[in-house]
């Protein structure tokens, strides 16, 4: 298996720590940031093959990040799944239009169902 890269970009230090675990297991290559501008850099240098990406980061918005990863000419391509316990319909559509290509609610699944979702998106054709 080709090492897959995830860029997680979550605020919670503690969240970050669970899925890092779990995806290391696994065999992924997992980076993280815990602000949302260092998250676009890391997008853009890393280059991951997926990004999870949560909504409410601290003083910033994980909907303008997604935003700005779905503009910007590196990272467009990237898929992103938002996953998040922000569960507010509106934000959900929102994010589905601007291009993520799931929305998943942190507190209706476990890791390994995380982990499983990634493999999937990864196996559809958003891998290059």
Known sequence: MLKVKVLF???DPD??????TKFKLEGYNFISSRDGKAGLN???KE??????LDVLLGDENGIDILKNLKTNEK????????????AKKETIEQALTLGAVDYI??????????????????SKKYVK
């Open 42 to 44: 890391l997008a853009e």
């Open 15 to 20: 969240q970050i720590f669970l899925y890092q």
């Open 105 to 122: 609610i942190k507190s209706k699944v476990v890791p390994s169902e995380i982990v499983k979702k990634v493999a999937e998106t990864l």
């Open 75 to 86: 990272t467009k391509n990237i898929p992103v799944i938002v996953f998040s316990n922000f």
């Open 47 to 52: 280059k991951p093959n997926l990004i999870l």
């Open 9 to 11: 970009i979550e605020d």
